[in-house]
Structure formats: C-alpha cells, structure tokens
C-alpha cells in the first residue's frame, strides 16, 4: 500500500500522496512483537530502537522493501503510536514520505512535523533522528545508497570535490520533492509488476537506480548542487558522436543517460545541452526515438511462430509499460506492434 497522486481541482498547491497496493508481493514482515519487528526493520535499514506509545494492543508492524541496487523502495507501518531513535550511520540517506498520518522529527535539537498533506524527511549520512510517528502513520521509504550516490554525482559534475555529502534541510516540502516521490513511486510500479525483484530485468533494475540517485541530487540542496550548475556547459560534438555511437551501436536496451554521460567524459547536464545544440532534441528523447525504431525493427524481422512476443520485445529495448509502448508505437507507426509481429509493417506516417 503505497502511495499514488491526487490532483484536487478545487484548491491550488502540490499532488498529496494517498492510500494505494503497491509492493504487496514484497512483504518482508508483519509482527505484533515490537522486539521482532526493530530486528526485522533494521535488515533493511539501520539498527534503531523502537518504542511503542499509547494503545500497545494496536501495535502490528509491516515492512514491504524492494531493492533496485543503488536505490530501494519500501512501506512501512506500526499501527500504533511509535518511537524510533536512529543513530547516524555513513551507508545511505533514507528519504520518509508519509501517505497516512504524520512523523514528529528532532533533528539537530530543532523539532519538525512531516505529515502526508505536503512534506517529507530526509536524513542524510552521519545524520541522528529522533521521531514519533502518529497512531495508523504509514510510510513510502527509499533508501539511497551513499557510494552510488556519490559516483552520480562525479557523473553530474565530474569535477565535484571529495567532500561528503551534506543536505541542507532535514524536512522537504512535498512540491520541492515531488520528483523524488515520483521516482520513489516508478521504482515501485516497476516492481509490482513482478513476483520478485530477481525477475525484474537487470537492464530496467540499473536504469531505475540511475534516474532515482540523480533525481535526489537535482532535486534536494545539499554541499554540492553550486558544483553540479557550475560544471553543466554543453559538450562539444565529439562528446555527442560518442553517446550516439553508442546508442546506436546497442542490442538491448543497456545504457542509461548517466552512462552516455560517462562515455562521453562529460556531465549528465553538459550532455543534454550538447544534444539539443547539435540534434534539438535531449538525449532520453533520442535513446527513446533510437530504442523505438529497433523495436520496430526486431518486430518486423520476427517470426511470429517461433514465440516471439510484443511483451519481449519491449522489455528489450527498456519499455517497461507495454500498454505505453503500444499505443506510442502506434502514434509513430500508424499500426498496433502486434500487427507488425503478424507481419503487417505499416510505413511510418510522416
């Protein structure tokens, strides 16, 4: 159960997550033990002590966790009223989003309520916490690792200094963060739709990490966001033939733009603004384009007898929604990818 968007068109402001069934085949534990459930807890994110408040008998701890590598996904409730007193670790940054109730934080002796209308808590490496959740309070965590994210960040300014990782706010509101809820979110849907995270494709599972570690550097401040601007100038054409040699140059859809960036020796941003200077368009549109026309490709040359699918083919070429993918595919192509795999092949509508 976690959360989805609801857009009020009565009241101006920011998307508020509510209620929803995401992760419900990644249940790690349900315990009403508070002892079982800070051991089963801290497998996945950090020893901690927990209390429980008022109204003990509602206690019922839940625990739902993905993990995607560099970033993991989970949902987490107690049922009653709990407190949780973190020590500072160096591993990861752990990001809270309530979608029911609100968090009590106190961090660095100042007191601040989360709640699900319109903020989250972030608690960088190193960081101590103490908070209290309200009574029912259900909580989207993700989690970030602290290594990926550093080496995201030689990717969007590959000039950044050595110094660690420090954000400046331990409470977000929900408009400044609502593209990491957003990815939060993807990382999410992506799993739900598997039985397990090992049957996630590798290819998607990379792609999703990437995205999430470098929507939290873009999204958050921290001691190096003047270092990230600083260092996104456009890359010249050579940087721009390299990533689309590579590109152009794939059998499954592998790279990522934070790989293209890296080949290229150039910044996440210094490669976009060198994509739309010398092609107009940004380098995800043109690995959509370029990924889109392969599946075309691969549909057309298939033969439907031997098992081939629309499904696989999309999953190939990192089109995770297939309902997406075939309805764009028909947009470009004027015909339905399955009518390519029984050997239609439309031309392209100009």
């Not at 800070?38 to 008998?57: I, Q």
Request: aromatic letters at 6%; one cysteine or more; proline letters at 5%.
């Amino acid at each position: 159960m976690l959360a989805g968007i609801v857009l009020s068109h009565e009241a101006e402001g920011p998307p508020t997550p509510v209620h929803s069934d995401f992760l419900q085949a990644y249940e790690r534990y349900r315990t009403r033990s508070p002892e079982a459930a800070e051991v089963a807890s801290a497998a996945f994110l950090s020893p901690h002590r927990l209390s429980v408040g008022r109204d003990r008998d509602d206690f019922q701890a839940m625990g739902r966790f993905a993990d995607a590598g560099g970033a993991a996904v989970g949902h987490m409730s107690y049922g009653s009223e709990v407190v949780i007193d973190r020590a500072g670790q160096d591993r990861y940054l752990a990001i809270g989003i309530p979608v029911i109730g609100h968090i009590e934080a106190t961090h660095r002796g100042q007191q601040h309520v989360v709640s699900a209308d319109g903020s989250m808590v972030l608690v960088g490496p190193g960081e101590r916490l103490h908070m209290t959740w309200s009574p029912g309070c259900e909580v989207l965590t993700l989690r970030v690792d602290t290594e990926a994210l550093k080496s995201a960040l030689r990717t969007l300014a590959p000039h950044a200094d050595d110094r660690s990782l420090r954000f400046t706010t331990p409470v977000i509101p929900f408009g400044v963060g609502i593209a990491v809820y957003g990815a939060a979110r993807l990382l999410a849907g992506v799993f739900k739709r598997y039985r397990s995270s090992e049957e996630v494709p590798r290819r998607i599972i990379r792609q999703l990490a990437d995205h999430t570690l470098i929507t939290v550097l873009l999204s958050f401040e921290h001691n190096h966001s003047d270092e990230i601007m600083r260092y996104a100038k456009p890359s010249g054409p050579a940087s721009v033939t390299a990533a689309v040699d590579l590109v152009t140059a794939e059998t499954s859809a592998i790279h990522s733009v934070a790989d293209l960036a890296r080949h290229a020796g150039v910044s996440v941003r210094g490669l976009e603004l060198g994509f739309r200077k010398a092609l107009n368009v940004t380098p995800q549109a043109f690995l959509h384009q370029t990924r889109m026309a392969k599946a075309r490709r691969d549909l057309v040359a298939a033969d439907p007898g031997d098992g081939t699918t629309v499904t696989e083919v999309a999953l190939r070429w990192g089109f995770g929604h297939t309902g997406r993918f075939a309805a764009r595919y028909r947009e470009i192509y004027g015909e339905m990818p399955s009518a390519t795999l029984r050997g239609g092949g439309a031309p392209a509508r100009a």
